[in-house]
């Protein structure tokens, strides 16, 4: 975060509710995290930066200092958080969410 700008995210490991290919919190959270990046990159065309580490199970997004579409980018963040929090209440030993 800078002030109250989300400037990205990054997401890593697997959750641990359910074996590989069955695991709904997994599930979610890929859901989630697709549907923000294409969203943000597609969408919006802000050109964030986006990494893949397929051996850590780990995506990080990471925006521009600007972008055209700035406040429907931080909408989408917003709410990709709210959904993560809501998450975490209900699978609360599978999820951690943390803002750095």
Not at 33 to 38: C, R
Not at 43 to 57: H, P, Q, S, T, W
């Amino acid at each position: 975060m800078d002030g109250d700008r989300i400037t990205g995210f990054s997401v890593s490991g697997h959750s641990g509710y359910a074996e590989k290919g069955e695991d709904i919190v997994c599930a979610a959270i890929t859901a989630l995290v697709t549907m923000a990046e294409a969203t943000i990159n597609d969408v919006c065309g802000a050109k964030a930066k986006v990494r893949v580490k397929e051996e850590d199970a780990r995506i990080t997004l990471t925006l521009p200092t600007s972008c055209d579409e700035e406040e429907t980018v931080q909408a989408v963040l917003s709410g990709m958080m709210l959904t993560l929090i809501s998450l975490r209440e209900e699978y609360e030993d599978y999820i951690e969410v943390l803002e750095v």
